[in-house]
């Protein structure tokens, strides 16, 4: 069996929290044969900074660039507002996504039927939900040149981003949305506004080659961002793939985010190119939520959007898609079986710490594997 080398970055506040019960999983697993994981472990945000003086040390860096995945818990706090700004917390997660090249955020948006009532839509729109989000991650208008605010002179000041994409930038993104569809349900919408962008023109006509030419058994759809938008409180359950650019991706995710409850559930990865020497890509996984300053400490955070990026890593980074399956069933029938964490707590449930919730979901996950 092939070994898998995990780097850990745990990071700040909860992060560690929910990052050690992702270090039992994998003990478990590595003790189970349900997999062999190497795993070594690094500092991250405030805990480098506290360290080491700065984000991300390059050594930790190096080891990011030599594993198989980066699995990564969240960064920042109070404690951090005033450190010098290359070396706030956010600045290590942003020099990983840059070394590392991950141009493709993937963010799902599950919606396990037990907490369906805890979206603010109603029950029949969101229960069942499961789509996927790719997002552009690294270029359009959050990173295109100018950016600047000039100074008219006259009292008056000009604010100047730049959306910019290039052909092989949107060939890229939607390679890697076409082939999650193909792994899914078969079915790709792509959203841009081609009816005032420029770079939605592009956007629609590349995307509509690439379909034609690698991707004709996959149903592609061109959405214009904001009817798309609409669509996706309206009823959402008609897609399967989103793919869209950095902007739309970052407001379309959120949405789907509260599609789905809680932040506490939410996974995503971030993937790079595929290194043709090995066949895998550049990826790191991460929960959606932060640091939750507000709870650290006090053994109640979620570890659930932790568990589902593990989950996510052993089906994209290690083709362990019945691990992978294995840790997504054992989430649902925990939530099923009225086990809670305060953020999710209903009615008639029980209510249990970080530690209880994964003690809950590694003996699920035992159960399923029969081991
Ligand atoms: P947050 O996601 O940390 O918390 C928002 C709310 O959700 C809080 O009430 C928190 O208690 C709750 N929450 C979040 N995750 C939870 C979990 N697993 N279980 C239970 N409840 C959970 O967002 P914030 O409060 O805006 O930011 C706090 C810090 O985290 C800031 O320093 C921010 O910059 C940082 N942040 C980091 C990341 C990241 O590392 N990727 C993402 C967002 C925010």
């Known amino acids: 069996m092939a070994t898998h080398k995990l780097l850990l ?24 044969g349900l997999g062999t994981f190497e795993t070594e472990e690094g500092l991250v945000g405030g805990a480098s900074y506290d360290a080491d003086k700065v984000a991300i040390t390059d050594a930790t860096m190096a080891k990011a660039l030599a594993c198989d995945a980066v699995i990564f818990g969240a960064v ?30 993937l963010r799902p948006a599950i ?21 996927m989000i790719v997002r552009e991650l690294t270029g359009g208008v959050y990173f295109g040149e100018p950016k600047v605010i000039q100074d008219l002179g006259d009292g008056q000041k000009r604010a ?30 792509s959203f841009e506004k081609r009816n ?30 904001d009817a798309g938008g609409m669509q996706m409180v309206r009823w959402p359950k008609q897609f399967d793939v989103i793919v869209t650019d950095n902007l739309f991706g970052d407001l379309l995710s959120d949405i789907a985010a509260m599609l789905t409850g809680s932040l ?21 996984y991460e929960p959606v939520h932060g640091s939750a300053p507000d709870i650290t400490g006090k053994g109640v955070a979620n570890p659930i959007a932790m568990f589902a990026s593990f989950a996510m890593a052993l089906r994209y980074s290690f083709g362990l898609a019945k691990e992978a399956d294995f ?45």
């Open 327 to 371: 840790v997504e069933q054992a989430i649902a029938n925990t939530l099923n079986a009225g086990i809670r964490t305060a953020d999710i707590k209903a009615e008639g449930c029980k209510v249990v710490g970080t530690r209880e919730m994964g003690d809950a979901v590694i003996s699920e996950v035992a159960r399923l594997a029969g081991a």
């Open 9 to 32: 970055l745990p990071g700040d506040g909860i992060g560690p929290e929910v990052m050690a019960e992702v270090k039992r999983l994998i003990a478990w697993m590595n003790a189970h």
């Open 264 to 284: 506490g559930m939410l996974p995503s990865a971030s993937l790079g190119d595929v290194d043709p020497a090995t066949g895998t890509r550049k990826a790191m």
């Open 111 to 131: 919606c396990y039927p037990a907490l369906a009532d805890a979206s603010s839509l109603k029950r029949e729109v969101v229960d069942g939900l499961d789509i």
């Open 76 to 105: 920042g706090g109070p404690k951090w507002a005033s450190v010098p700004y290359e070396a706030r917390p956010e600045a290590g997660l942003l020099r990983l996504r840059k070394d590392l090249k991950l141009y493709a955020n």
């Open 196 to 225: 005032v962008m420029k770079s939605g023109v592009l956007w629609n006509e590349v995307m509509t080659a690439l379909h034609a030419r690698e991707f004709p058994d996959v149903t592609l759809e061109h959405v214009l961002a």
């Open 160 to 189: 100047i981003d730049t959306q910019v994409y290039d052909t092989f930038e949107i060939e890229r993104i939607g390679r890697v949305a076409f082939e999650l569809a193909r792994k899914r349900n078969n079915k790709v919408a």
